[in-house]
Each structure stands twice: as structure tokens, then as C-alpha cells.
């Protein structure tokens, strides 16, 4: 297993197109986070999932943006209608069933957004 | 309000100099500490992670520390060298998966 991978990489679209960003966890990696980030600052959470299900979003996650994890496999997050404060680095990170206690997530490189 | 603070925001050392940087955190309850290492345009890579009970956990040349009674966190860099320079941030959790991150502190390493 390669780790985390994302999909694209980068990504610049024009204001009012809609983009999808798309996740794989790790392999038997039930927990995965999607997160924001912009220049200087830490990432800051948007949403969770549990398998398939959807079990927390955050404040930041407007009506704008939607995330899916249909198999509880690979997740996509999607934004309509993108406006330029969404540029930044979208993050999503995976972790194992809980063990232990350590609750360790692994991230992926990131989805770069542009939009100008 | 749970937060997390790191310090300082940025830093700039020579090449084989050792740094310190610092981590404050009013999360409760606690439940873990990690530091994760971000070099430019990638994804934060786990450093250590340290419980309640642990007080110092190394990594080669990374050291953290962690005082839960006063709520700190240091990261101790020994023998720095360029591939260092990269961006560390704390990243506190309370029980579940609630994760608090700090804002990171910028390391860059000059020879």
C-alpha cells in the first residue's frame, strides 16, 4: 500500500465552476478526514467518515461543498459554484479502526486549488 | 474553548544547530499529542505521537516532550540539517476524533 493518495494534485478553475477532488484511504482504513488549508495556517477540519457514513461536518463545509464516501472506500469532496476564498489545500487523511487509543491519522499530499 | 499554540511562528537556523519549538494547548480532555512534519505543497507526515503518561518520546533527531499538567509540548531538533526546513505542527485530540491543530511553526534551515 502506497499510503494515501489524492486526486488531482492541483487544480485552477475559473469562479462559478464546480471541482471534485477524490480520496483513497489506506487499505482497511474505516476513518477518513477531509481538511482545508490555507497559506500559514494549520489545517482545519470539514468533515468525517466511518465507513460510509457521514458523521461530522464542520461549520466551514457550506451548503457549497459535499462530501461522499459511497462504498467506504475512496471519498470524493466536491465545491459548486467555487469562489476565491476556496482556494487553498485540501487535505484528506485516513486512519485505522481505533487501537489503543492512538487514533493516528495518515494524510494524503493534498489537492492544490486555484480559482481565479 | 480548545486551542492550540505554537511558537514561534517562524524560525531560521544554521545548518547542524539544534532548535526548540513549543506547543500550548487548553484541549480537554486529553487524549494524545502528535507532531507532524510539513514540508512545502505536501501532506503533514507523523513525527511522535505521546499519551497522558508519556513525558519524552524520540524520533533520530527528534525529540518531544510533553507536560500534561502545565498543558506543553516541546520539539527538540538535534543536529539540523536542510531537509529539516519544513513547517511542524502540533496537533492535540481529545477522545473520538476531535483533533485540534495548531497553526505550525515555519522551520528553515540555511547552510
Known amino acids: 500500500d502506497t499510503g494515501v493518495s489524492q486526486d488531482p494534485r492541483h487544480k485552477i478553475t475559473k469562479r462559478g465552476q464546480n471541482v471534485t477532488f477524490r480520496c483513497d484511504p489506506i487499505?482497511?482504513?474505516?476513518?477518513l478526514y477531509w481538511y482545508r488549508q490555507t497559506l500559514g495556517q494549520g489545517p482545519e477540519f470539514l468533515t468525517y467518515?466511518?465507513?460510509?457514513?457521514?458523521?461530522?461536518k464542520s461549520r466551514l463545509l457550506s451548503d457549497r461543498f459535499s462530501a461522499e464516501r459511497p462504498k467506504g472506500s475512496f471519498s470524493t469532496l466536491e465545491i459548486q459554484r467555487t469562489e476565491q476564498g476556496d482556494s487553498a489545500m485540501y487535505l484528506c487523511?485516513?486512519?485505522?479502526?481505533?487501537?489503543?487509543?492512538?487514533?493516528?491519522?495518515?494524510f494524503g499530499p493534498g489537492t492544490r486549488l486555484t480559482v481565479l | 474553548k480548545n486551542q492550540v499554540e505554537q511558537s514561534p511562528q517562524s524560525l531560521i537556523i544554521l545548518e547542524g544547530k539544534n532548535c526548540t519549538l513549543q506547543?500550548?494547548?487548553?484541549?480537554?480532555?486529553?487524549?494524545?499529542l502528535r507532531w507532524y512534519k510539513q514540508d512545502t505543497g505536501r501532506g503533514p507526515v507523523s513525527l511522535t505521537i505521546?499519551?497522558?503518561?508519556?513525558n519524552t518520546k524520540s524520533n533520530g533527531r527528534y525529540t518531544a516532550t510533553l507536560d500534561a499538567d502545565t498543558k506543553q509540548s516541546s520539539l527538540h531538533i538535534t543536529a539540523s540539517q536542510l531537509s529539516d526546513s519544513a513547517s511542524y505542527i502540533c496537533?492535540?485530540?481529545?477522545?473520538?476524533?476531535?483533533?485540534?491543530f495548531g497553526t505550525g511553526t515555519s522551520l528553515t534551515v540555511i547552510p
Open positions: 487523511a485516513s486512519s485505522p479502526p481505533t487501537s489503543g487509543g492512538t487514533n493516528e491519522q495518515f
Open positions: 487499505s482497511e482504513h474505516n476513518r
Open positions: 467518515f466511518q465507513n460510509e457514513a457521514q458523521l461530522e
Open positions: 506547543c500550548n494547548y487548553t484541549v480537554s480532555p486529553f487524549s494524545n
Open positions: 505521546m499519551t497522558f503518561s508519556e
Open positions: 496537533v492535540v485530540s481529545v477522545a473520538g476524533n476531535q483533533f485540534y
